[in-house]
């Protein structure tokens, strides 16, 4: 039924197989009966809810027909005053793109789209009738209702927004499922942590690993958790006996760990917060069966996700899976076979070794003697001996997103941000202006979308960064 209608709400619906029919606001119940649909959408629109009175008996009408609805916006508000809720006027109103909503049903928090001066007063509500099923995080209004024993429920917000955000877009699956038939807890086992630091501060890994690892021990010891760290370089406030119960200035090498870990039997360890020095000395010692042989667990991510983010052929079979776009390229693991890939699709290539600090040993070769000199170079330093050969897509923009995921599946953009200099420029040499400063919002809702996508696909809990290229003048993106 249409109220005031986005062209998005039929569009969301076209995408996902569904013929929709578009009907005035004022149709009938009985003429909406008759056609024998599968669900009911009932759209945003203007204005005071409660002066649509003929619409409102209407759909007390269609409250009683069994058929499968879903309400968006004022469609919300008119089937609750027609199942005896009351509404009124907010002081403000709630606009704009970045409304955290929570679906109290699976504890996950959406980022959303609003546009209202009205709401439901939950006070109003029939618990025999419905309950609330999304409030907004901020006032804690009503964002929903999800109505009992009934194939129906409603939300405030904009599901259909576009270009976005489009976190909460997954209630039309929930629809078209409905017409075919937390916050996180405290892990009461994790008692003791080892938490890895990052080391020196070096070119290639940059200074903000010792800050995040800080925050993570003070964090971890304000819910009581013992915390025991180890981190090679003295001169940071990480390694002050103040930041963690017990301190190891000592190497960063998977015997120094091994022996820390027998000393001070931790239960989990943390790598997370520690750069590429750290993940790869928990890859080994997962790897080697050390982690389970002693009962300490990963915690922050898994062996499996720092595969997938960190083997090139595993996250270019992923990304391909959820159907994100990467250059041409192919994993090589001697230089012969990278002669040849770059024979296939052209020079200048883009090297990137596995598993290295920073992308240390990588490069751009533009002829052969570069190409074998940095692929040779490349194969040495990584520590599964891979590199990604990969067609140059420099003279891109460069995009970054900083995404942060919990284990109940919520995710949020901390920020995004956008290189000065274009793909072609180590990042490192570069400078980074956040947020972005040359985006529209449809690229931006596109990035941010996709971001989401990566972390979620990636099933990490924690801290991201998504790096972008995007084509200067068109939406392509890699």
Same mark, same amino acid.
């Given at each position: 039924?249409?109220?005031?209608?986005?062209?998005?709400?039929?569009?969301?619906?076209?995408?996902?197989?569904?013929?929709?029919?578009?009907?005035?606001?004022?149709?009938?119940?009985?003429?909406?009966?008759?056609?024998?649909?599968?669900?009911?959408?009932?759209?945003?629109?203007?204005?005071?809810?409660?002066?649509?009175?003929?619409?409102?008996?209407?759909?007390?009408?269609?409250?009683?027909?069994?058929?499968?609805?879903?309400?968006?916006?004022?469609?919300?508000?008119?089937?609750?005053?027609?199942?005896?809720?009351?509404?009124?006027?907010?002081?403000?109103?709630?606009?704009?793109?970045?409304?955290?909503?929570?679906?109290?049903?699976?504890?996950?928090?959406?980022?959303?789209?609003?546009?209202?001066?009205?709401?439901?007063?939950?006070?109003?509500?029939?618990?025999?009738?419905?309950?609330?099923?999304?409030?907004?995080?901020?006032?804690?209004?009503?964002?929903?209702?999800?109505?009992?024993?009934?194939?129906?429920?409603?939300?405030?917000?904009?599901?259909?927004?576009?270009?976005?955000?489009?976190?909460?877009?997954?209630?039309?699956?929930?629809?078209?499922?409905?017409?075919?038939?937390?916050?996180?807890?405290?892990?009461?086992?994790?008692?003791?942590?080892?938490?890895?630091?990052?080391?020196?501060?070096?070119?290639?890994?940059?200074?903000?690993?010792?800050?995040?690892?800080?925050?993570?021990?003070?964090?971890?010891?304000?819910?009581?958790?013992?915390?025991?760290?180890?981190?090679?370089?003295?001169?940071?406030?990480?390694?002050?006996?103040?930041?963690?119960?017990?301190?190891?200035?000592?190497?960063?090498?998977?015997?120094?760990?091994?022996?820390?870990?027998?000393?001070?039997?931790?239960?989990?360890?943390?790598?997370?917060?520690?750069?590429?020095?750290?993940?790869?000395?928990?890859?080994?010692?997962?790897?080697?069966?050390?982690?389970?042989?002693?009962?300490?667990?990963?915690?922050?991510?898994?062996?499996?996700?720092?595969?997938?983010?960190?083997?090139?052929?595993?996250?270019?079979?992923?990304?391909?899976?959820?159907?994100?776009?990467?250059?041409?390229?192919?994993?090589?693991?001697?230089?012969?076979?990278?002669?040849?890939?770059?024979?296939?699709?052209?020079?200048?290539?883009?090297?990137?070794?596995?598993?290295?600090?920073?992308?240390?040993?990588?490069?751009?070769?533009?002829?052969?003697?570069?190409?074998?000199?940095?692929?040779?170079?490349?194969?040495?330093?990584?520590?599964?001996?891979?590199?990604?050969?990969?067609?140059?897509?420099?003279?891109?923009?460069?995009? *970054? $997103?900083?995404?942060? %995921?919990? !284990? @109940?599946? =919520?995710? +949020?953009?901390?920020? /995004?941000?956008?290189?000065?200099?274009? #793909?072609?420029?180590?990042?490192?040499?570069?400078?980074?202006?956040?947020?972005?400063?040359?985006?529209?919002?449809? *690229? $931006?809702?596109?990035? %941010?979308? !996709? @971001?989401? =996508?990566? +972390?979620?696909?990636? /099933?990490?809990?924690?801290?991201?960064? #998504?790096?972008?290229?995007?084509?200067?003048?068109?939406?392509?993106?890699?």
């Amino acid at each position: 039924m249409d109220f005031g209608a986005k062209n998005n709400i039929a569009r969301s619906l076209n995408e996902r197989g569904c013929d929709v029919t578009i009907y005035p606001a004022f149709t009938t119940a009985e003429e909406i009966i008759a056609s024998n649909p599968d669900g009911i959408m009932l759209s945003n629109g203007p204005g005071d809810p409660k002066e649509c009175v003929s619409i409102i008996e209407e759909l007390k009408k269609l409250y009683n027909s069994d058929i499968p609805i879903f309400a968006i916006c004022l469609g919300h508000q008119l089937m609750a005053l027609a199942t005896g809720a009351d509404t009124h006027k907010m002081k403000y109103g709630h606009r704009g793109g970045n409304h955290p909503v929570k679906d109290l049903k699976s504890g996950k928090v959406y980022i959303s789209s609003q546009n209202h001066g009205y709401v439901v007063d939950s006070e109003t509500i029939n618990p025999e009738i419905a309950e609330v099923g999304f409030i907004n995080v901020n006032d804690k209004t009503v964002e929903g209702l999800r109505y009992k024993n009934k194939n129906i429920f409603t939300v405030q917000f904009h599901p259909e927004a576009c270009p976005g955000p489009q976190d909460s877009n997954l209630l039309f699956d929930e629809f078209i499922e409905m017409m075919g038939g937390k916050r996180m807890p405290k892990n009461p086992n994790i008692k003791k942590v080892l938490v890895i630091g990052s080391g020196p501060i070096v070119i290639g890994q940059a200074a903000e690993f010792d800050y995040a690892g800080t925050q993570a021990c003070r964090s971890l010891k304000e819910e009581g958790i013992e915390v025991v760290l180890l981190n090679s370089n003295p001169a940071t406030i990480m390694t002050d006996k103040d930041i963690a119960d017990k301190v190891y200035i000592e190497p960063l090498t998977v015997k120094v760990v091994e022996k820390l870990i027998e000393i001070e039997k931790p239960d989990s360890i943390l790598p997370t917060l520690g750069g590429q020095a750290a993940l790869n000395l928990a890859m080994e010692l997962a790897e080697a069966g050390f982690l389970d042989t002693h009962n300490c667990k990963l915690i922050g991510t898994t062996p499996e996700t720092i595969k997938k983010a960190e083997d090139r052929l595993e996250f270019k079979e992923t990304m391909e899976k959820i159907n994100e776009p990467c250059a041409p390229s192919l994993v090589v693991e001697n230089v012969e076979d990278g002669v040849a890939f770059t024979n296939k699709i052209g020079y200048p290539v883009v090297l990137r070794p596995a598993y290295t600090l920073g992308g240390s040993g990588g490069g751009i070769a533009h002829n052969y003697q570069e190409l074998v000199d940095i692929l040779s170079n490349g194969l040495r330093l990584s520590r599964v001996g891979q590199v990604l050969v990969e067609r140059c897509i420099a003279g891109w923009k460069e995009i *970054e $997103y900083e995404v942060m %995921r919990d !284990s @109940a599946g =919520n995710c +949020i953009t901390v920020c /995004n941000m956008e290189n000065i200099d274009p #793909v072609g420029v180590h990042t490192g040499d570069s400078i980074v202006v956040a947020p972005s400063q040359t985006l529209g919002d449809k *690229e $931006y809702q596109m990035l %941010r979308s !996709s @971001a989401l =996508n990566i +972390i979620s696909e990636l /099933n990490i809990t924690g801290g991201c960064n #998504v790096q972008y290229a995007l084509h200067p003048t068109s939406l392509n993106i890699v």
